[in-house]
């Protein structure tokens, strides 16, 4: 099939590392993505990372990708408040297709 | 620089009734592409346009659908005849001349209930 799966729920504590997993099926999927939704908002682009790399990072946020499992995570260091939201993982296919996960929700204890 | 617009951002329908959801692209994006998610589901593409015309429609339901870009104003998605199965959230993004994923900017969406 062409699904992208994630978990629907993470909950981490303040200033704790949260982590979130991925597993994607297209192994000539060039690109990987993820979004961040807040509530009543629209998809922001968070990063992405190409599939001839294993790891990206960007200030707080690093990006594993394990192409042999089709394993991708996302790694939010010292966790915020202002990081609650909805965390999008997507593939791409063709030059302007993405093929999306259900999304997984962000809670953050204090 | 207005980011994309939707409107309405939440749209009530009767079974039966017409529904259409605008969007207004970023200023100088001539792409645009519907997406609809469906609760606790990943978005799923629909359709992709550019200016009055249809790249790819292999998304969309053949049935009710349709989409437009028109030379001048939004894009809309109608849907004729909704089911309560078309209740979701519909999301367009824009992108510029080239269209490559990583530029595609979404809107905050319109979340369609049919009654």
């Known amino acids: 099939g062409e699904d992208v799966e994630q978990s629907l729920f993470l909950s981490v504590r303040e200033g704790d590392s949260s982590v979130i997993n991925c597993t994607y099926t297209?192994?000539?999927?060039?690109?990987l993505y993820w979004y961040k939704q807040e509530p009543g908002a629209g998809l922001q682009l968070l990063t992405y990372?190409?599939?001839n790399m294993d790891m990206k990072q960007d200030q707080r946020l690093t990006v594993l990708l394990n192409k042999k499992d089709k394993h991708l995570s996302l790694r939010i260091a010292d966790t915020q408040t202002g990081d609650s939201a909805i965390y999008f993982c997507?593939?791409?296919?063709?030059?302007?297709?993405?093929?999306w996960g259900a999304g997984t929700k962000l809670i953050i204890k204090p | 620089n207005a980011g994309v617009m939707q409107n309405p951002r939440h749209l009530v329908r009767r079974r039966g009734q017409e529904a259409r959801l605008r969007c207004s692209p970023m200023k100088g994006h001539s792409h645009v592409y519907w997406y609809r998610q469906l609760p606790e589901e990943g978005l799923k593409f629909m359709v992709y346009l550019q200016k009055e015309n249809i790249i790819d429609e292999s998304g969309m339901p053949k049935e009710r659908f349709s989409a437009e870009f028109p030379k001048e104003g939004p894009s809309i998605l109608r849907i004729q005849q909704v089911v309560r199965g078309d209740s979701a959230a519909y999301f367009c993004?824009?992108?510029?001349?080239?269209?490559?994923?990583?530029?595609?900017?979404f809107g905050p969406g319109t979340r369609l209930l049919v009654l």
């Open positions: 997507a593939e791409g296919r063709s030059n302007y297709q993405l093929i």
């Open positions: 990372i190409f599939s």
């Open positions: 993004a824009s992108s510029p001349p080239g269209g490559a994923r990583e530029t595609q900017y």
């Open positions: 297209d192994s000539s999927s060039t690109y």
